[in-house]
């Protein structure tokens, strides 16, 4: 067992007293919680609880927060934006914007922490983006212009320009939303096989209860903008928390390979 010491020195993310207000709205309030290295984390709540901002104040597109953010240690406010970039990457939510590029083009503008203005793409970059396509099985359209693409081939796109990056710590935001079962799936067996496979630490706002139980290593939930749950998927479904986030109560199943509880629908007349 790791001593708390090791936990400490393993942190790629920390998060101290995050708080967020627009106009006289309070989005954050003092939410901290860390993540040690390779953890999957799924953020969740009902909607306007503030899940998404956490992403957007710790990439830097939300600069009114405050608190403090250390990534791999070190704080974001003594980070540039490409800085930041090289360690973090971020996939938002899938909004059916597409613009006019290959998907090879695409991918290789992930690359972009890593130039300056007066550099070239090299051979490194181009084994990169060959191996982000690859990892995210989408070498196969390359060519393409990725307005042709689904939207689950987009949103593996997507990924593929966000591994481009380099970066370890992946913040994704509702990355199954729209999408249907099979796409989502073949997305959710995409980040899981980042996460186990290549020790990407992933951090996924989601609304699917069930997803955050099966595939997550630890639960955040937040409610009004403060942190109401920090702990492991199993705590995380039973009733006692469950209400306390989305205020009712809900009817359970055993998974039949896993065990664990799922989160049934309500039927007719329930």
């Known amino acids: 067992m790791r001593s708390e010491i090791d936990i400490k020195n393993d942190l790629v993310l920390e998060i101290e007293n995050l708080s967020l207000s627009i106009g006289n709205v309070m989005i954050l309030r003092d939410v901290t919680f860390s993540v040690p290295r390779g953890q999957y984390l799924s953020i969740v709540g009902p909607n306007g609880a503030g899940k998404s901002s956490v992403l957007k104040c710790l990439m830097g597109i939300r600069a009114d927060w405050s ?150 290593d630890r639960v955040v939930a937040l409610v009004d903008g403060e942190l109401v749950f920090d702990g492991p998927p199993d705590a995380f479904m039973d009733n006692a928390v469950l209400e306390r986030i989305y205020t009712r109560p809900f009817t359970f199943v055993g998974h039949p390979v896993t065990g664990r509880p799922m989160v049934v629908p309500e039927g007719p007349g329930s």
């Open 67 to 216: 608190g403090r953010v250390r990534v791999q240690g070190r704080s974001t406010s003594d980070m540039t934006q490409k800085q930041l970039a090289a360690r973090v990457c971020y996939v938002p939510q899938a909004d059916g914007t597409a613009f006019p590029f290959t998907v090879r083009q695409f991918v290789l503008m992930g690359r972009y922490p890593h130039h300056s203005p007066f550099t070239f793409t090299g051979t490194e970059d181009l084994e990169i983006v060959d191996r982000s396509l690859t990892l995210t099985g989408t070498a196969r359209f390359a060519e393409r212009d990725i307005r042709t693409l689904s939207g689950g081939e987009r949103q593996k796109v997507l990924i593929a320009a966000a591994l481009a990056q380099g970066a370890r710590i992946l913040l994704l935001d509702e990355p199954t939303t729209f999408l249907d079962p099979l796409h989502a799936g073949d997305v959710q067996s995409l980040l899981l096989n980042l996460n186990r496979d290549s020790g990407v630490t992933v951090l996924a706002v989601t609304h699917d209860i069930n997803h955050a139980a099966l595939y997550s």
